[in-house]
């Protein structure tokens, strides 16, 4: 991908051109800063594995463009942010909601 790509939603809807393209740190993944907006300017960050393939200058990702409002795209990523979004870890899960073992019978009780 390079700066002025043009990137479009899975329904093929026009989202905006890449203005920067943020390596990932180790901390937070790599992203897509797009501009978005003719009233009221705001950048759209998109994850890089958002990206579903490039054709020439134009970048596909796997939302639809209706959609991006409503993700948590508004925000450049932080560590923290990243580290929220991914909820608790596996090991301090005590149990799933209405969760059964392989065989169909309610697992026991600690």
Do not use: C
């Amino acid at each position: 991908m390079q700066v002025g790509d043009t990137v479009y939603g899975s329904d093929r809807g026009k989202i905006g051109r890449v203005k920067e393209i943020v390596p990932a740190d180790g901390q937070v993944a790599a992203y897509l800063v797009v501009p978005r907006g003719m009233v009221f300017d705001k950048d759209t960050f998109i994850p890089l594995d958002a990206v579903a393939h490039r054709v020439q200058d134009r970048v596909y990702i796997n939302v639809p463009k209706l959609v991006i409002g409503k993700l948590p795209w508004d925000e450049r990523p932080t560590s923290e942010s990243a580290r929220s979004k991914l909820g608790a870890p596996v090991n301090e899960v005590e149990a799933m909601y209405r969760s059964h073992a392989p065989s169909g019978t309610p697992p026991t009780t600690r």
